[in-house]
C-alpha cells in the first residue's frame, strides 16, 4: 500500500488490514511516498518523519511491515518504480498494490498507466465521500472491496492538530505520540481564518 502518509491514520490500517485477510496476502508492505508529485504545492512533511511513524503505526502486526523504496529514490515517486523495486526484491511473489477510491480513480494519470497492471494487480477500497469505480479500467487486473467507513483523511488530522485539537483514536497512539515529540504540523495554517483557535475564542 503507497501512501504520502502525512501522517498514517486509522482509515490506511483499516483498509490493510481488509484487503490482507480477503485475498490472504502474507504480507503488506507499506510504501511512504519519496517526492508525490500530485501533491506537489502542498508542504508535506520530510520522508523520514513520514516513513517513520508507518513503522510505529505498523509495528505491532507481524504481516505489516514498511519499505524504504521511494524515499530513498531520488526524484519524483512513481508507482511504477515503486512495483519494478519491489518485484525485484521479491521475484517470485506476485503483488496486489491497495488503493483508496480516489487514488484509483486518478490511476489513468499515474506514469506509464498501462504497463502498471502487468506488474501487479489493484485492490482499490471504499472510502467515504468518493465512489468506488473500475470503468475504464482492466478487470481481470482491478479488484473493488467494501471496508469499514472511517471518514478520516491525513488532511485532517493535520489541520485538528495545528488547530490544537485531538487526533487520539483517529490515529495510533504512537503517532500522536511522536506527532507531539516532533511538534509536526503545528506551524500548518489553520483552515479557514488565518486566526489562531485562542484569537477566535475572544473574538
Ligand atoms: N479513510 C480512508 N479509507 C480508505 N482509503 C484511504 C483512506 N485514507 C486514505 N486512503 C487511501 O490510502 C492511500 C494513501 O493515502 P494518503 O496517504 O494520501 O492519505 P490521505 O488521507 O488521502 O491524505 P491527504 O488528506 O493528505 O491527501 C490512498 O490510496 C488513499 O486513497
Ligand atoms: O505513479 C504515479 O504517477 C502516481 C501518481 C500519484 C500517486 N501515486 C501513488 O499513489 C499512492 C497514493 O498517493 P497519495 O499521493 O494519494 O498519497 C502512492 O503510492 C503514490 O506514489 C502514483
Known sequence: MGGTFDPIHHGHLVAASEVQATFGLDEVVFVPTGEPWQKEGRNVSPAEHRYL???VATASNPRFTVSRVDIDRPGKTYTIDTLKDLHEQRPDTELYF??????L????SWKDVDA???LAQFVGVTRP???LSEAGLP???VHLQEVPAMAISSTDCRERVARHEPVWYLVPDGVVQ???KHQLYAAAPA???SAPKETRARD
Open 191 to 193: 483552515s479557514g481564518p
Open 53 to 55: 511513524m508507518t513503522v
Open 129 to 131: 465521500g468518493y465512489e
Open 105 to 108: 480513480a486518478q490511476i489513468l
Open 116 to 118: 502498471l497492471f502487468g
Open 139 to 141: 478487470g481481470d487486473r
Open 178 to 180: 511522536y506527532i507531539n
Open 98 to 103: 491497495i488503493t483508496g477510491a480516489d487514488a
